[in-house]
């Protein structure tokens, strides 16, 4: 349904049937109105098609916002396609608006001659006044470009459940409730879904109550069959099949491939998860995730906030366990302290920042990747540890596991940061061998017996290679030794204010995670003309945009090469040789240019940066223009620079 | 996770005392009890690498320190919060708490309210000097009304805390009071404490020499000291001074005041710190807001409750009996779908 699609068209008994290679479809209404779960449900429907997609939730950042205003509305955009993709998709195909104000809020990104599903029950005077429409849009030319299907999905629900209100098995209330599942019946009618897996699914979800799965079996159903046989719809659509790299799949939101993440860390390296961790948007998913685990050995303990979060971890660490504490940006602020004090003790805790727009209390809701800065430079002093980042909702999974590598090998604090993007995203996710996973219990030995040459346990007593202290839990006789915030000196960890000791313990600390960056493996760079002259950088979450841009430029001719960053810090030694490689070096962020101002700062290499926060994360579209517009001559690879410089 | 060693030779004080020179000011109160938990662990049998002390910043935060056991100097007031993830993973571990009136009470106000009411095993100790020493001499959340040091020049306007008040308003489930210059009492209560399954709390009355001498002089004076401290005994009626002739009584108010043994008649208090209620305890704790008159001592409040770090891993333990840790099966579940 894209500009970029071709699809063909087979003409059916009843009508046509059109051939997609992609859709977007975005699902809007009133926070009450089920919208997320809708698109949970048809993103489900999607990946069983053998779809790729990625999809992209969007909350309202009220949790109370009045019903019926555009500050309620609630969002959930799906992207799905026949061939691998990387974005939820530019603009939406297809807008699914349950009332005037999530039309009025998201019409002005539906593609002209897009589709259109409106919940015409809804459009009475108040409901436009609510949503602040000073006239019907339906009537004052705004939705000439659009394709519009008015469709009471309201009183077709109260119709189609007219018999179990009259019987009093459900209320008309919970009879209205259902509006969203005669939604999805009609829009999986348009694509050609079956509805029996979420059918299933509902009488699962409603066990107890089965008045109530029968309610939304019929409404979900009753949508379909409306579809079916009104003649409003003149085509349906059909997304075939993508070919996806051979194995099982499931889909996977960042925040679930976290929480899953931490605990094959913790089972690949034989110890107990411990989560401390304090609610806050969009991160308490992972505690509500890890507390339903409890079955893997996982602990986890709700604090009293987030410092004692954090506090509950380190003393989780010190007693042998992996240890973690989950927030965001605000939460991570008040975390600092104790990120500073894991520093010095030296203990593996793990940090996970699922980042939202800031500064304070900022855009909860909303995707930023504005707390970098935060993650390498907060702690007072000098206080390096290693910074991690994932790249995709599934690609958070391995991002733990890397971070339970390091911080067990190297006995030190890991941050890792998502987004509110990544967290509440989704994306097909293959789902991996357990036996093929990283075997993180060879990063450690706890320590069983002294060290010193004179029967004495010396806590910092280093390994010569990746200087990492020995990891001696309390319970083990001999090994008696007491940890604190002060400098200490080398071996004893004995306190030490001398002035060279602090200059040398400074250097050692930074060389420790510089170390890190030593042993990984060589930074991959996706350039597959091999002679591109344009580098674009990025990190953790804009890989997808990123990449889908490169292939956009790359379909079109041009030549780009992409480079995306796990390691942060320490960055992956191989990146500044990589980026004197090529003439312009890109650099797309959400935030103001944080990773930019770093790199150019230690390589001075000119770096163009490109910088939005405005919530949402970066559209494929606005990077190719982007790329085009920095790069210019430059994407026509070495090869022409050479022929131009001859 | 459970000590390797079990050795079970007796051992001594000295055992439990590391070779770091204790640098508290000479003099300082916090000397007498070091010693003091020093000797009650060797005779209660204790190991020293199954015990942990966990402190926060202050003079008596340098505690572990001293400890030949192992030991964690955190940061400022967040000592409960490591001690009850260390408690919580670790049941094997007799986990002790020291942290002092600033670092406890305001800085880490929350915390040790939280590690109060959720019942964690710990002991905490609260070493009450009414003073920052190691900032040299501010004001405290417990410096008295009027109270004239570095900051409050013209005299502190802050109402104090009371601690015990506090600890009993939590609800925890084992409080007490002592004072350092009484090692027979300090001994006996921490010992109580000790011996206490859950949080246990002990304000200490810990004398700072340099920075707010005598504090507690009312309590610990010679001339003073028989007239004002109240001594609790399990199941005793309770009454002071040198001849008994000082009696607490309950008002019907609920509150309790001290009246002349002879005029108290059958209205004399009979201590009960097993009482599921605290309101009893708590009336007794506002005898004396601060202690500048009779002033009780000894165990509050001791009372058997479910111990938070005890519930968190039998729901773990529950929860690994009834399923496996199946991981390719968490992974490998929902809708999920194969592509050739
Ligand atoms: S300043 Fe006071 S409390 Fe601190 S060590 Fe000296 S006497 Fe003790």
Redesign the pocket.
């Known amino acids: 349904m894209s500009a970029t699609t071709t699809g063909s068209t087979e003409t059916g008994p009843d009508r046509d049937r059109v051939r997609l290679h992609d859709a977007v479809i975005r699902f809007a209404g009133d926070s009450g109105d089920g919208m997320q779960l809708t698109g949970d449900r048809f993103t489900t429907e999607s990946g069983l098609a053998g779809n790729d997609l990625v999809t992209f939730p969007d909350y309202p950042a009220e949790i109370r916002a009045p019903a019926g205003t555009v500050a309620g509305v609630s969002s959930f955009q799906l992207h799905f396609s026949d061939h691998s993709i990387h974005t939820a998709g530019d603009a939406p195909d297809m807008l699914v608006a349950m009332n005037p104000a999530a039309l009025m809020k998201h019409m002005g990104d539906l593609k002209p001659g897009g589709t259109l599903i409106l919940n015409s029950d809804e459009f009475d005077e108040r409901s436009l006044a609510k949503a602040g429409a000073v006239t019907d849009p339906r009537e004052d030319g705004a939705l000439v470009d659009f394709t519009v299907h008015e469709v009471g999905l309201t009183s077709l629900t109260l119709r189609a459940l007219e018999e179990d209100v009259a019987s009093g098995a459900i209320t008309k209330k919970d009879a209205a409730r259902c509006k969203n599942m005669l939604a999805l019946g009609l829009v999986s009618f348009m694509f050609s879904r079956p509805t029996t897996g979420t059918e299933a699914w509902l009488r699962e979800k409603f066990a107890a109550k089965p008045a109530l799965a029968d309610a939304n079996v019929k409404a979900l159903r009753a949508g379909f069959n409306y579809g079916d046989t009104t003649e409003a719809f003149t085509f349906t659509y059909e997304v075939g099949r993508a070919e996806l790299p051979p194995g099982r799949y499931r889909t996977i939101s960042g925040n679930q491939a976290s929480a899953y993440g931490l605990v094959a860390a913790a089972q690949r390296a034989g110890l107990p998860l411990f989560l401390g961790s304090y609610p806050i948007t969009p991160a308490s998913d992972i505690l509500h995730e890890l507390a339903k685990l409890k079955h893997f050995g996982v602990t986890t303990f709700q604090a009293e906030d987030e410092i004692a979060a954090m506090g509950s971890a380190i003393g989780a660490a010190f007693g042998g366990a992996l240890a973690v504490t989950t927030s965001s940006g605000p939460g991570i602020a008040l975390k600092t302290e104790g990120i500073g004090l894991a520093t010095m003790y030296e203990l593996p805790v793990l940090v996970v920042n699922v980042q939202r727009g800031g500064p304070s209390t900022g855009l909860p809701t909303k995707t930023e990747q504005s707390d970098l800065l935060q993650a390498l430079f907060s702690r007072n002093g000098e206080a390096p540890i290693p910074v991690v980042a994932a790249k995709s909702p599934g690609d958070a999974f391995d991002t733990m596991l890397e971070a339970a590598r390091i911080a067990l090998t190297y006995r030190t604090p890991v941050m890792i940061l998502t987004d509110g993007y990544l967290a509440n995203s989704a994306e097909p996710w293959r789902i991996p061998d357990v036996d093929t996973l990283p075997d993180l219990s060879a990063a450690f030995a706890f320590t069983t017996a002294p060290n010193g040459d004179d029967g004495e346990f010396l806590p910092f007593r280093r390994d010569p290679e990746t200087l990492a202290r020995p990891w001696g839990l309390p319970g083990t006789a001999g090994l008696e030794h007491r940890l604190g915030g002060l400098e200490k000196a080398p071996d004893t960890g004995d306190l030490s204010y001398d002035g060279a000791n602090h200059h040398a313990m400074t250097v050692l600390r930074h060389e420790r995670i510089a170390r890190i960056g030593a042993q990984l493996p060589p930074l991959e760079v996706d350039d597959p003309s091999g002679d591109a002259d344009v580098l674009v950088v990025g990190w953790g979450s804009t890989d997808g945009p990123i990449r889908a841009a490169c292939h956009t430029l790359r379909e079109d001719g041009r030549k780009v090469a992409h480079v995306q960053l796990r390691h942060l810090s320490p960055i992956h030694p191989d990146l500044e040789g990589i980026m004197r490689r090529y003439g312009t070096v890109i650099l797309p962020e959400n935030n103001m240019g944080q990773l930019a101002m770093l790199l150019r700062a230690r390589t001075l290499i000119d770096i163009q940066a490109y910088n939005r926060v405005t919530g949402a994360p970066f559209l494929s579209s606005e990077l190719v223009e982007v790329i085009t517009r920095m790069a210019g001559a430059g994407l026509d690879g070495r090869g022409a620079d050479a022929r131009r410089d001859a | 996770m459970s000590a390797t060693d079990t050795t079970t030779t007796p051992l001594t004080r000295k055992d439990f005392a590391s070779d770091r020179e204790v640098?508290?000011?000479p003099?300082?109160?916090?000397y007498a009890i070091l010693a003091t938990i020093q000797t009650l662990l060797a005779e209660v049998g204790a190991r020293p690498e199954s015990t942990v002390f966990v402190s926060g910043i202050?003079?008596?935060s340098r505690f572990p320190y001293y400890m030949d056991t192992f030991g964690l100097h955190t940061i400022h007031g967040r000592a409960p919060t490591i001690a009850t993830g260390l408690a919580t993973s670790r049941p094997d571990l007799d986990v002790w708490v020291v942290t002092g009136d600033g670092d406890g009470l305001s800085i880490g106000g929350n915390h040790l309210l939280h590690a109060l009411r959720r019942n964690v095993n710990l002991n905490i100790l609260l070493?009450n000097?009414e003073?920052y020493?190691?900032t040299?001499?501010q004001y405290s959340p417990t410096s008295p009304l009027g109270a004239v040091h570095k900051s409050t020049p013209m005299g502190s306007v802050d109402r104090p805390l009371n601690p015990v008040s506090l600890a009993l308003g939590a609800e925890a489930t084992f409080v007490a009071r002592s004072i350092d210059a009484d090692r027979k009492h300090l001994m006996e209560t921490l010992t109580a404490a000790h011996a206490h399954r859950g949080t246990s709390f002990v304000e200490i009355y810990?004398?700072?020499?340099?920075?707010?001498d005598d504090a507690f002089i009312q309590v610990t004076g010679r001339d003073t000291k028989q007239h004002n401290q109240i001594r609790l005994t399990q199941g005793e009626p309770i009454v002071f001074g040198p001849d008994g002739e000082h009696a607490v009584v309950a008002d019907a108010d609920g509150s309790m005041s001290v009246v002349p043994t002879a005029e108290a008649g059958d209205r004399i208090v009979v201590h009960d710190a097993t009482r599921e209620d605290p309101t009893t305890a708590f009336a007794l704790s506002r005898l004396a807001p601060t202690p500048d008159r009779p002033t009780p001592f000894g165990v509050f409040r001791d009372v058997d409750a479910p111990v938070y770090d005890d519930l968190v891993r039998d729901q773990v333990a529950r929860a690994t009996a009834a399923k496996d840790a199946d991981l390719r099966a968490l992974l490998d579940a929902g809708n999920v779908w194969d592509v050739a």
């Open positions: 640098r508290w000011c003099g300082c109160g916090d202050g003079c008596s070493f000097n003073i020493g190691l040299k001499g810990q004398n700072c020499v340099v920075f707010n």
